[in-house]
């Protein structure tokens, strides 16, 4: 049950619900309940464990459409056209994930203004531009970039009962955000140098393309442990659709944006990292008894966001 249902909160999930039946997108000014023309905005976000989809509805008026990535990929559809287009997503590396990346790569996103909101957990830096530099790469500038910080959901580093203590200040950093992008503020938030250094040496430790950020295989990073019930919530809340469930039990295999949505939503904890020695991806986690997902997000909001069957 996803708590504190206002009546705004309400009309904007209803927004969510119709986006996800597949909305049409041409046809721009919409009119508002008091007869005012109002600017058709659309948000896309992606999300695997809820703290982008709770943003792009924090910044979503009731008119607005909320749109999911995974599932314009899975719909094909790389044309959009409004007045206002934005996009809440999580960094990942600092970088985008890999399929909001290929997303944009191949999108055509028509509209007078394009901002990004970037969610982050702990340590963002030159992720503001990163994104800046590739969607200028693309011939898609955006007019305003900006970070959030909120729960860090990366498990190999972070335990997520602890990260759910600390007060991030998120209603106020919404609250800002919001503000700017009422007057369509033009800003791409400052990086430092030392924020890029660090960069640098994250991509150095890891050995990461950076043209293609987070992309590994599924079946080398999770395995599958005896708690599993056989629930089938791993084969829906995978943006990739990795997950599948088989006579001998539930297989993953596929490319993988490393995102954490089937690890973190699994009722069970039953998905754990595969450990592999000296590896930096095998490093295994702090806290395999804590699981995260957004305390405004529920299970079946992630599924329609991610599903892929
Ligand atoms: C693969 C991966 C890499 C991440 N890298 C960073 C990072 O470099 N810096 C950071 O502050 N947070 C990082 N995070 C944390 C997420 O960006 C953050 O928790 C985000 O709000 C999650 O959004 P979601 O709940 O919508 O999936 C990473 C998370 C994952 C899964
Ligand atoms: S979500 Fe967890 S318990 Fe459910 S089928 Fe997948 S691995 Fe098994
Ligand atoms: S396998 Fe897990 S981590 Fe990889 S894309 Fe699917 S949900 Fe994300």
Redesign the pocket.
């Known amino acids: 049950m996803e708590k504190g249902i206002s009546r705004r909160e309400a009309l904007k999930r209803m927004g969510f619900l119709v986006a996800g039946a597949t909305v049409a997108t041409t046809g721009l000014s919409t009119l508002s309940s008091c007869g005012s023309r109002k600017k058709k905005r659309i948000i896309l976000?992606?999300?695997?464990?809820?703290?982008?989809?709770?943003i792009a509805r924090e910044l979503a008026d009731p008119e607005d459409t909320l749109l999911s990535i995974p599932q314009l990929v899975k719909e094909g559809r790389y044309e959009l056209e409004a007045d206002e287009i934005g996009i809440v997503?999580?960094?990942?590396?600092?970088m985008p994930p890999n399929m909001v990346r290929e997303y944009m790569k191949k999108a055509k996103l028509k509209a007078g203004y394009r901002f990004a909101v970037l969610?982050?957990?702990?340590?963002?830096?030159n992720?503001v531009e990163i994104w800046d530099g590739f969607t200028r790469g693309i011939g898609m500038p955006f007019h305003y970039i900006s970070t959030l910080?909120?729960?860090?959901?990366?498990?190999p580093n972070f335990d997520m009962n602890e990260q759910m203590k600390i007060d991030k200040h998120i209603p106020e950093n919404v609250e800002r955000i919001r503000g700017d992008l009422a007057q369509d503020r033009h800003w791409v938030e400052p990086v430092s140098d030392l924020e890029r250094e660090q960069h640098a040496g994250?991509m150095q430790a890891t050995g990461l393309d950076p043209e293609k950020g987070?992309l590994l295989r599924s079946e080398s990073q999770f395995r599958v442990t005896e708690d599993c019930v056989g629930c089938g919530v791993c084969t829906s809340v995978c943006p990739r659709g990795n997950y599948e469930m088989t006579s001998s039990g539930v297989k993953t295999e596929g490319d993988c944006?490393?995102?954490?949505?089937c690890i973190q939503n699994c009722p069970q904890k039953a998905i754990l990292f595969a450990r592999k020695e000296g590896e930096f991806f095998g490093q295994g986690e702090v806290n395999p008894k804590a699981r995260y997902r957004?305390e405004h997000v529920s299970l079946a909001s992630i599924k329609l966001a991610n599903n892929q069957w």
Not at 45 to 53: R, V
Not at 89 to 94: K, R
Not at 119 to 125: D, F, Q, S
Not at 149 to 155: E, G, K, P, Q
């Open positions: 976000y992606f999300t695997a464990t809820g703290n982008c989809l709770h997503y999580p960094i990942y590396g600092h969610t982050y957990g702990n340590r963002k830096c992720a910080i909120m729960v860090d959901n990366w498990l994250f987070f944006d490393y995102c954490f949505a957004n």
